[in-house]
């Protein structure tokens, strides 16, 4: 027997739970079944967000969703459903890199990777930033470069320095993501570090860092030794 949210008692209801005591008590699945609000014949909404989250779903799969046709074969989640659950994800990464933008200045590894791991975290392909600096490292402006595939991502000196050139940046940060969630440097990784350590050098605009965003997690060239 299915039972509807309205059904249930008070204190079980997700939306009732999130006026008395706030949204951070809720689970993935209650937050989830209040964008999904309505459920179908046969499951609740409630029902339908606890399929979606199972086995750590709403990280592994809805999250890197970015198409109202990524939702499509799911049941219970129609265009409307699919593009309230997508405006709330893309919402939450905002507010992820726009807390992050209220530190004064980026002064060690972790603060870049609080940063940047908003944006980069969930992304599906390569994708390669420059954080562009002033001389109290302070962000002037966040440029992506380049976008590959699954596994790489081609970057070339002239284009993450040209931006740095034209603002005047006295540093720079670069990172990339790895989709894998494996933050672990390739060996492409080092190489290109190297590369634009070496041409920062020569423009006396220096590299501060290279951070690997993965999964929760980032590797810092500059914390490892490597810079």
Same mark, same amino acid.
Not at 1 to 27: H, N, Q
Not at 197 to 221: E, M, N, Q, W
């Given at each position: 027997? #299915?039972?509807?949210?309205?059904?249930?008692?008070?204190?079980?209801?997700?939306?009732?739970?999130?006026?008395?005591?706030?949204?951070?008590?809720?689970? $993935?699945?209650?937050?989830?079944?209040?964008?999904?609000?309505?459920?179908?014949k046969d499951k609740s909404a409630l029902d339908i967000a606890k399929d979606?989250?199972?086995? $750590?779903?709403?990280? $592994? @799969?809805?999250?890197?969703?970015?198409?109202?046709?990524?939702?499509?074969?799911?049941?219970?989640?129609?265009? &409307?459903? &699919?593009?309230?659950?997508? &405006?709330?994800?893309?919402?939450?990464?905002?507010?992820?890199?726009?807390?992050?933008?209220?530190?004064?200045?980026?002064?060690?590894?972790?603060?870049?990777?609080?940063?940047?791991?908003?944006?980069?975290?969930?992304?599906?392909?390569?994708?390669?930033? #420059?954080?562009?600096?002033?001389?109290? $490292?302070?962000?002037?402006?966040? @440029? @992506?470069?380049?976008?590959?595939?699954?596994?790489?991502?081609?970057?070339?000196?002239?284009? #993450?320095? &040209?931006?740095?050139?034209?603002?005047?940046?006295?540093?720079?940060? /670069?990172?990339?993501? +790895?989709?894998?969630?494996?933050?672990?440097?390739?060996?492409?990784?080092?190489?290109?570090?190297? /590369?634009?350590?070496?041409?920062?050098?020569?423009?006396?605009?220096?590299?501060?860092? +290279?951070? /690997?965003?993965?999964?929760?997690?980032?590797?810092?060239?500059?914390? +490892?030794?490597?810079?």
């Open positions: 027997m #299915v039972y509807k949210i309205r059904e249930m008692s008070p204190d079980e209801r997700p939306r009732e739970k999130l006026y008395s005591f706030g949204a951070g008590i809720l689970t $993935n699945s209650e937050l989830l079944a209040i964008l999904i609000s309505t459920g179908t979606l989250t199972v086995n $750590n779903g709403l990280v $592994n @799969q809805i999250a890197r969703f970015k198409e109202v046709h990524e939702f499509k074969g799911i049941k219970g989640i129609g265009k &409307a459903k &699919a593009a309230t659950i997508l &405006a709330a994800i893309e919402l939450g990464k905002r507010v992820a890199c726009a807390s992050a933008t209220e530190l004064e200045h980026i002064s060690s590894p972790s603060d870049g990777a609080q940063y940047l791991m908003g944006k980069l975290r969930y992304e599906t392909h390569e994708k390669f930033f #420059v954080l562009l600096l002033n001389t109290k $490292n302070r962000i002037m402006k966040t @440029q @992506q470069i380049s976008e590959g595939s699954l596994t790489s991502a081609i970057v070339h000196p002239r284009e #993450v320095f &040209a931006p740095a050139i034209v603002m005047h940046a006295a540093a720079i940060l /670069v990172a990339h993501n +790895h989709p894998s969630g494996d933050p672990s440097p390739s060996t492409d990784d080092r190489e290109l570090t190297k /590369v634009l350590c070496d041409t920062g050098k020569i423009l006396g605009i220096p590299v501060l860092d +290279h951070l /690997v965003i993965g999964d929760a997690r980032y590797y810092s060239f500059k914390e +490892h030794g490597e810079l």
